[in-house]
């Protein structure tokens, strides 16, 4: 927790002050949610932050096809608009469907929920 809210934005903000390069923002904000997720795996935490795990059957595809179409306005600068804007379209979904269910309190997962009403 301490990560995301507080160690990514003061290491963003000071990569910023020394003219970092956009690429390495995006890489910081890809280890802070690979952190993020596997602290959530590993601690098995009730509170924040809770993913409803049944959601990677959507966000992973979508990050898949986002990544597919970020490299190709390099390889079709003519279809610049087109690859940019659905790389934008699929990273937005992904990055919805992680962070748009995340909630903030205490949280019971599909299959926690699954359980209790059986």
């Known amino acids: 927790h301490v990560l995301t809210r ?7 903000l000071a990569m910023y002050m020394q003219g970092a390069e956009l690429l390495t923002f995006a890489k910081v ?3 802070n949610s690979v952190v993020v997720v596997f602290g959530r795996l590993v601690f098995k935490t009730d509170t ?12 992973l595809p979508c990050t898949v096809l986002g990544l597919i179409f970020f490299p190709l306005p390099v ?3 003519h ?4 690859f940019h804007s659905l790389w ?5 979904l992904a990055l919805f469907t ?6 903030t309190g205490t949280y ?8 209790k009403a059986a």
């Open 79 to 82: 279809m610049y608009w087109l």
């Open 98 to 103: 992680c962070y748009g269910f995340l909630h």
């Open 108 to 115: 019971r997962s599909t299959k926690i929920r699954a359980k």
């Open 6 to 12: 507080g160690v990514a934005p003061l290491l963003m």
């Open 75 to 77: 390889a079709c600068p």
């Open 29 to 31: 904000l890809i280890a």
């Open 48 to 59: 924040v932050p809770v993913y409803d795990m049944s959601y990677w059957k959507y966000a």
């Open 88 to 92: 934008h379209v699929f990273i937005g």
